[in-house]
């Protein structure tokens, strides 16, 4: 007979340490996982190993985690998904700058048709927070739509062009890029003017805006955003207009703050309350703007520039769930993640936000580097064993 196989007792501590994190009893995770209770009792407690790969598998998935987590080894999976986003972001640089419009398309395309479902693909994914997955189709979208606008379609494929290269430049920024995502803007610009419509040039003016201020250049960022909505105010009639506006206000906001002029961006603030409370809340064009963005924005500005404190109160009145989008939700546990981290007495809770962030998105969250601070830190406070895994599957540049 061969012998029992010996159990290594920190998977089972590990097990044991995410169960508890989420409040489920043995009988209930063990549910999830489809074995027995008492096995997965005798794995926590070392008495016997989990060697069969599936077992801890179907364990993993009940924890909503990665075996890899589990057995404390690196997971080639979130490899191979850190090296695929970072050849992504040099596949779609190349992609913005060979979609220059001064130049003609050189790639054949598909039926417009199909580019707008493709477009409708890369903004759910975007949504989603799949960095990897958004860079792997954007850069032949955006190919696509440029040979597109020199033929009979020229005016939808600009406006296409214009939206995806919106979307490059929100993934370029959020993955750390913010040179890349200005770069983004402009050809979201070169097509907005284009068409010469002036909700699509605000719109522009919002990717530049967000992207300059990303770049710490805050006074560059306030004057476009500025300019832009001041444009923008006579013609708010046209769709999407008063959406934009709102959106122009939050990042003005954003960008005086960070200059050090908190009265500017509280006035910028409360002209964008109170348009989200004529809106409501929105999802045009994919800015989500009404008042729990809002709140949202409020809460990144004060633990960036401003009170922690005040950006967990904040966060205590807002419901996140409200936007079903993840790249919204997880702003606002990553941000109040890290206002509670910076709260004595509060690191418990800052952990438990930092988890729920990854677990709506992981690629953000393990891509940003203020978030790896904020886990490296909550570590050394905590010691807890749920943040050693969180620290190994961040993605260091």
Same mark, same amino acid.
């Given at each position: 007979?061969?012998?029992?196989?010996?159990?290594?007792? +920190?998977?089972?501590?590990?097990?044991?340490?995410?169960?508890?994190?989420?409040?489920?009893?043995?009988?209930?995770?063990?549910?999830?996982?489809?074995?027995?209770?008492?096995?997965?009792?005798?794995?926590?407690?070392?008495?016997?190993?989990?060697?069969?790969?599936?077992?801890?598998?179907? #364990?993993?998935?009940? !924890?909503?985690?990665?075996?890899?987590?589990?057995?404390?080894?690196? %997971?080639?999976?979130? @490899?191979?998904?850190?090296?695929?986003?970072?050849?992504?972001?040099?596949?779609?640089?190349?992609?913005?700058?060979?979609?220059? !419009?001064?130049?003609?398309? =050189?790639?054949?395309?598909?039926?417009?048709?199909?580019?707008?479902?493709?477009?409708?693909?890369?903004? =759910?994914?975007?949504?989603?927070?799949?960095?990897?997955? =958004?860079?792997?189709?954007?850069?032949?979208?955006?190919?696509?739509?440029?040979?597109?606008?020199?033929?009979?379609?020229?005016?939808?494929?600009?406006?296409?062009?214009?939206?995806?290269?919106?979307?490059?430049?929100? %993934?370029?920024?959020?993955?750390?890029?913010?040179?890349?995502?200005? !770069?983004?803007?402009?050809?979201?610009?070169?097509?907005?003017?284009? %068409?010469? @419509?002036?909700?699509?040039?605000?719109?522009?003016?919002?990717?530049?805006? +967000?992207?300059?201020?990303?770049?710490?250049?805050?006074?560059?960022?306030?004057?476009?955003?500025?300019?832009?909505?001041?444009?923008?105010?006579?013609?708010?009639?046209?769709?999407?207009?008063?959406?934009?506006?709102?959106?122009?206000?939050?990042?003005?906001?954003?960008?005086?703050?960070?200059?050090?002029?908190?009265?500017?961006?509280?006035?910028?603030?409360?002209?964008?309350?109170?348009?989200?409370?004529?809106?409501?809340?929105?999802?045009?064009?994919?800015?989500?703007?009404?008042?729990?963005?809002?709140? #949202?924005?409020?809460?990144?500005?004060?633990?960036?520039?401003?009170?922690?404190?005040?950006?967990?109160?904040?966060?205590?009145?807002?419901?996140?769930?409200? #936007?079903?989008?993840?790249?919204?939700? %997880?702003?606002?546990? &990553?941000?109040?993640?890290?206002?509670?981290?910076?709260?004595?007495?509060?690191?418990?809770?800052?952990?438990?936000?930092?988890?729920?962030?990854?677990?709506?998105?992981?690629?953000?969250?393990?891509? =940003? &580097?203020?978030?790896?601070?904020? +886990?490296?830190?909550? !570590?050394?406070?905590?010691?807890?064993?749920?943040?050693?895994?969180?620290?190994?599957?961040?993605?260091?540049?």
């Amino acid at each position: 007979m061969s012998p029992r196989p010996i159990a290594d007792p +920190t998977v089972g501590e590990r097990i044991r340490a995410r169960r508890l994190l989420r409040g489920w009893s043995i009988r209930y995770a063990a549910s999830r996982a489809g074995i027995s209770h008492a096995t997965w009792g005798r794995i926590e407690r070392g008495l016997q190993a989990a060697n069969n790969r599936f077992v801890l598998a179907d #364990i993993a998935e009940a !924890l909503e985690c990665s075996s890899g987590d589990l057995a404390g080894i690196a %997971v080639p999976g979130l @490899d191979r998904a850190a090296a695929a986003t970072r050849a992504g972001v040099q596949s779609l640089r190349t992609a913005l700058i060979d979609i220059d !419009l001064s130049e003609p398309g =050189t790639d054949g395309a598909p039926p417009m048709a199909e580019l707008d479902r493709a477009l409708s693909l890369v903004d =759910t994914l975007r949504q989603a927070c799949d960095y990897a997955g =958004t860079m792997r189709l954007l850069p032949g979208l955006l190919r696509h739509l440029h040979a597109e606008t020199a033929g009979p379609d020229r005016r939808r494929a600009l406006r296409l062009l214009c939206e995806a290269a919106f979307i490059a430049s929100s %993934v370029l920024r959020n993955l750390g890029h913010p040179g890349d995502a200005w !770069l983004g803007a402009e050809r979201c610009r070169d097509a907005a003017e284009a %068409v010469d @419509d002036p909700v699509l040039l605000a719109y522009a003016a919002y990717a530049l805006a +967000t992207a300059a201020t990303a770049s710490g250049s805050h006074q560059r960022g306030q004057t476009l955003a500025e300019r832009a909505a001041d444009g923008l105010r006579r013609h708010l009639g046209r769709p999407g207009g008063t959406e934009i506006l709102g959106s122009l206000l939050l990042i003005s906001a954003k960008a005086a703050r960070g200059r050090g002029h908190p009265e500017d961006s509280e006035s910028w603030l409360a002209e964008a309350r109170s348009l989200a409370r004529r809106t409501g809340e929105t999802t045009t064009m994919g800015l989500f703007f009404g008042p729990t963005n809002v709140d #949202i924005w409020r809460i990144s500005i004060e633990v960036n520039e401003g009170d922690p404190a005040l950006a967990a109160a904040i966060a205590r009145q807002t419901s996140p769930t409200v #936007i079903a989008a993840g790249f919204r939700q %997880v702003f606002y546990y &990553a941000d109040t993640a890290r206002a509670l981290a910076r709260l004595p007495g509060r690191e418990r809770d800052a952990v438990r936000y930092l988890l729920t962030a990854e677990r709506i998105a992981p690629q953000h969250v393990h891509t =940003t &580097a203020d978030l790896r601070l904020t +886990t490296q830190a909550l !570590l050394a406070q905590t010691g807890a064993s749920e943040l050693r895994g969180l620290s190994e599957r961040l993605w260091t540049p």
